[in-house]
């Protein structure tokens, strides 16, 4: 059974950093592309940024560019999402992904197989 857990959000005043954890489970790890997602209230859930199994190739959402970085450490099974200079306008549930495919494109939610349960991050103006 795959799990994945997501840990880290919380609420910070506009300008701060959040560092977001998925810790993995029941799944090879090593070998899935792992992305982040985020819903915003009202509105669907979008791509926020997706790396590859050995962490060489990373990708991210034009509005998160140069803000949020990615990154995996495959002995600890664990995807981290570091977020600075953050906004209002990202307060959001974010959600880990995890992709047993290989096909499909990663930048949407038909390109991964396993979520989990979401993380509140909340940014005060």
């Known amino acids: 059974q795959v799990q994945l857990v997501e840990s880290g959000g919380g609420l910070v005043q506009a300008g701060g950093s959040l560092r977001l954890s998925c810790a993995a489970s029941g799944l090879t790890f090593g070998s899935s592309v792992m992305g982040w997602f985020r819903q915003a209230p009202g509105k669907e859930r979008e791509f926020v940024t997706g790396?590859?199994?050995?962490?060489?190739?990373?990708y991210y959402a034009d509005s998160v560019k140069g803000r949020f970085t990615i990154s995996r450490v495959n002995a600890k099974n664990t995807v981290y999402l570091q977020m600075n200079s953050l906004k209002p306008e990202d307060t959001a549930v974010y959600y880990c992904?995890?992709?047993?495919?290989?096909?499909?494109?990663?930048?949407?939610?038909?390109?991964?197989?396993?979520w989990g349960q979401g993380t509140q991050v909340t940014v005060s103006s």
């Open positions: 992904a995890a992709a047993a495919k290989v096909a499909g494109d990663k930048r949407k939610n038909s390109g991964y197989d396993f």
């Open positions: 790396i590859s199994p050995s962490g060489g190739s990373q």
